[in-house]
């Protein structure tokens, strides 16, 4: 599975994301421009994911959005795994937006 850091993400110029943690966490905080597709529900919302361009996968700690990742790429996306999740990046000083 492809992997990248979010120092390595943050320097990404418009990077597709999809945050795969629940709708609770997500309203916490989240990376800025990333869409939040809950992990239960990426089967049914596959169509909504590009397929012709990388996509970034994060949750809160790398663990779901590495499945997630695993499964996209099963499906023919160029998937890569954020490691660390939203908690490496909230760690590293990063910016986080809050609500939907």
Known sequence: MKEIT???LSTL???VVIDVRETWEYDEA???GVTNIPMGEVVARIGEIPA???VHVICAAGGRSGQVAEYL????HDAINIAGGTGAW???GLPVEQGA
Do not use: C, L, Y
């Open 30 to 32: 989240h990376v800025p």
């Open 52 to 54: 012709d361009v990388p």
């Open 6 to 8: 979010v120092t390595e």
């Open 73 to 76: 790429a099963a499906h023919g």
């Open 90 to 92: 909230r760690q590293a």
């Open 13 to 15: 110029t418009a990077p």
